[in-house]
T-cell receptor, first 116, second 113 residues
Framework: AQTVTQSQPEMSVQEAETVTLSCTYD???????LFWYKQPPSRQMILVIR??????QNATENRFSVNFQKAAKSFSLKISDSQLGDAAMYFC?????????????FGKGTKLTVNP | DTGVSQNPRHKITKRGQNVTFRCDPI?????LYWYRQTLGQGPEFLTY????????KSRLLSDRFSAERPKGSFSTLEIQRTEQGDSAMYLC???????????FGSGTRLTVV
């Protein structure tokens, strides 16, 4: 079964600084999708960034970028120029791409605090 | 269309009672998912619909849980004979068939007392 591990229960960063959140996963599949979701205190999950495993280029969305290391099964999220509004729980998630289960498998999350 | 809508936002019920939650997905999204999230954990998959067909169910979905999507639009999740362990946030998500991006609702928080 696929598993997703987020080894940092909590992280903090100073406003305007850069922070990296870690995620590792375990799968025997070769093609899959990876996601980072943000869950603010209002509880609605918001997609931050996504990556297709077949793409070697790391995904980037404005201040958010990933470091996707397929061989190492690592998918870290870098937040640049951190803002107070970035404070939230961040979840890494996996989904296989071809056939079979449609489910997203989530890690336990990392709580990010942004200090002014 | 303002996104995935879930009702109620909060539900407090006594142990042993039945509860039903509703999810209205984004109208053009044919795929709908239910997840359960307990405190301090990531969401766990419960079930998935493509149109009106329930195509996948987790082992977490015991026989006290049932979900429907009768016309391929809104969905309901019913929990019978609630237990304290059912206390959680129940999240609904939807996506269109040609895109793998999911949109989540704000969830229904269930408290069983």
């Amino acid at each position: 079964a696929q598993t997703v591990t987020q080894s940092q229960p909590e992280m903090s960063v100073q406003e305007a600084e850069t922070v990296t959140l870690s995620c590792t996963y375990d799968t025997s599949e070769s093609d899959y999708y990876l996601f980072w979701y943000k869950q603010p205190p209002s509880r609605q999950m918001i997609l931050v960034i996504r990556q297709e495993a077949y793409k070697q280029q790391n995904a980037t969305e404005n201040r958010f970028s990933v470091n996707f290391q397929k061989a190492a099964k690592s998918f870290s999220l870098k937040i640049s120029d951190s803002q107070l509004g970035d404070a939230a729980m961040y979840f890494c998630a996996y989904r296989r791409s071809q056939g079979g289960s449609e489910k997203l498998v989530f890690g336990k999350g990392t709580k990010l605090t942004v200090n002014p | 269309d303002t996104g995935v809508s879930q009702n109620p936002r909060h539900k407090i019920t006594k142990r042993g009672q039945n509860v039903t939650f509703r999810c209205d997905p984004i109208s053009e999204h044919n795929r709908l998912y239910w997840y359960r999230q307990t405190l301090g954990q990531g969401p766990e998959f419960l079930t998935y619909f493509q149109n009106e067909a329930q195509l996948e169910k987790s082992r977490l979905l015991s026989d006290r849980f049932s979900a429907e999507r009768p016309k391929g639009s809104f969905s309901t999740l019913e929990i019978q004979r609630t237990e304290q362990g059912d206390s959680a946030m129940y999240l609904c998500a939807s996506r269109p068939g040609m895109d793998y991006g999911y949109t989540f609702g704000s969830g229904t928080r269930l408290t069983v007392v």
